[in-house]
């Protein structure tokens, strides 16, 4: 689980973050959109404990961020929007060594299954990294949250790049790590592939929550006036068929 609550951060005299409060429950999905500078980067960042907040309480599984830094990043696996593996080694290479670097210890066929489970061809295992598409490189990046049991994914923008059959690719791997229990948050763009996934879908604006909506029984063209009213200030959503989360603000 993640909890962030009353979560600010501001650079210099700009308030990047105000008062975020998010509760993404183990076995959800949650996706965070919003427009370029909404706070969602530093959302991640303050989660990651790559920076610190000014105030309010970070807890992942059960653990505070600043109290136990070490061991609340053991449960922790961030996919960043490219993932930077070694370009030599080839997918089984680079997840033997990446669990060597993380300090543990798995054999080579816990490495076989959590390639064989994001659909990675077996073709390709062989191959050097350099010649991967995108969507290649990040089926070895959730390998390997797969070989660490992670139990709270990080995404920042998956899906941008990648083609319409990937993206059903990547829809699907999330969502079987959703089932099996993991805690995920999603910054996008993608109100499409947020709509697939997500069980609570959060709208940003200049560091603030606007919306937190339950995704059921919310059609698309639903979210993208939510989206619009929220981002823009200009469109009425029609929220007959939206639940909105407590933490609605
Ligand atoms: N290290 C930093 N120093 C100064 N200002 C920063 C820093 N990081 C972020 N900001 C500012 O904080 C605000 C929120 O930025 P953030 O990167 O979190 O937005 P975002 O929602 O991720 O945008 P994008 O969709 O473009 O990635 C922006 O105004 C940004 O300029």
Redesign the pocket.
Known sequence: MIEMNNVSKS??A?K??DALSLTVPSGQVTCLL????????????LLLNF?EPDSGEIIIDGLNVQEEPERSKQALFYLPEQVNLYEEFNALENLSYLAKLSGDAVTEQTIRDALTETGLQQSAWLEPLSSYSKGMRQKVGIAFAIVRGAKVLLLD?PTSGLDPSATLEFIRIIETLAARGAAILM?T?DLYCAHCLSDQIGI?KQ?QLKALLVNQNLSLENLEAHYHQHINDHVTATADSVSLAPQLV
Do not use: P, Q, R, W
Not at 34 to 45: D, F, I, R, V, Y
């Open positions: 650079f210099g700009h990047a973050l919003g427009a370029n500078g909404a706070g969602k980067s530093t959302t991640l960042n920076i923008e910054v763009h940003m560091g």
